[in-house]
């Protein structure tokens, strides 16, 4: 029987104008955004819907505005398909939480509200910081990693084969680029973000999401949740929340967590949430693994209709 995870963007995977045709066509997904509205007190809906770009880009709203999609295709997809089974969730820096509230481990309501105060603290921590991050592509982990210990920055994102993502001060990111460059990389190249995350810059923000987390009551998840920062499941609520905190300045070990899942036989993955970056991560590493992706309506009725091919079987 094939083993099911599923997986849920983290940000820089949002785009003005989404959500809007799951909203128009489907009522219990426009429950879901005024549930929102309702939780936060202002129309995150709106800002997905219409923006502008540069309110949705901005963190304190990216990431609400990431989990909430991702909630609600996870929603519209179990509505379709009551049947539907999973085994495990993933989900990449902020995604993580979309991961654990999907698993039952908190309410929709404190994972959405914990991800907003999320991303204020970590705006806040942009702001009186002077950093960045940069993509490295075709350049080994090792050889990052001693770019990094040269050039005074941290290897942040590790996605997927020969795709690295470095973060730092700002003036230490030039001459990490430089190195890496010079070691073989194919683009290394600054990113369009507020500042370092998942590096030290970051710390800041740490005590206020742990005073946030001890007013959250959790509960061990429903499945298998792999953690960010050790690529292994988690375990109980103390330790869940000591992992969301250290996950604000740890690297994020996408890859590892992927090829934890797939070492134990999971062979289907569904892509919950704007964009579709996770399933190309995964292509780089299991070419025969079933991919899937539910953002928009398109995407949905291709996954239903696919996944229930497969239950025919």
């Not at 997809?77 to 654990?100: N, V």
């Not at 509960?219 to 050790?230: G, S």
Request: charged share 20%; hydrophobic share 45%; aromatic share 6%.
């Amino acid at each position: 029987m094939s083993k099911t995870a599923l997986l849920f963007a983290g940000q820089g995977a949002q785009v003005v104008g989404m959500g809007k045709d799951l909203a128009r066509q489907f009522a219990s997904a426009r429950a879901w955004f005024d549930r929102a509205q309702s939780t936060l007190g202002y129309d995150l809906g709106a800002v997905c819907f219409h923006g502008p770009e540069a309110e949705l880009t901005r963190t304190e709203n990216a990431q609400p505005a990431v989990f909430l999609l991702g909630w609600v295709a996870f929603q519209l997809l179990k509505e379709r398909m009551p049947a539907l089974e999973f085994q495990a969730a993933a989900g990449l820096s902020l995604g993580e939480f979309t991961a654990l509230t999907a698993a039952g481990a908190m309410s929709f309501e404190d994972g959405l509200r914990l991800v907003r105060q999320r991303g204020r603290f970590m705006q806040e921590a942009c702001e009186a910081t002077h950093g960045g991050m940069a993509a490295v592509t075709g350049l080994d982990e090792a050889a990052t990693r001693e770019v990094c210990r040269q050039a005074g920055v941290v290897l942040a994102n590790l996605n997927c084969p020969g795709q690295l993502v470095i973060s730092g001060p700002a003036e230490n990111l030039a001459r990490a680029c430089e190195l890496a460059k010079a070691k073989g990389a194919r683009r290394a190249v600054p990113l369009p973000v507020a500042g370092a995350y998942h590096s030290p810059l970051m710390a800041g923000a740490q005590p206020r999401l742990q005073a946030e987390l001890a007013n959250v009551a959790l509960a061990p998840p429903a499945v298998i949740v792999l953690a960010n920062v050790t690529a292994l499941p988690h375990e109980g609520p103390e330790a869940i929340r000591g992992r969301l905190v250290e996950q604000v300045t740890s690297s994020v070990l996408w890859e590892r967590s992927m090829r934890w899942l797939l070492d134990q036989g999971f062979t289907r993955f569904v892509e919950l949430g704007p964009g579709t970056a996770l399933r190309g991560f995964m292509k780089r590493m299991a070419q025969d693994a079933r991919l899937l992706n539910v953002s928009d309506v398109p995407s949905l009725e291709a996954t239903v209709q696919a996944l229930g091919q497969q239950a025919g079987r």
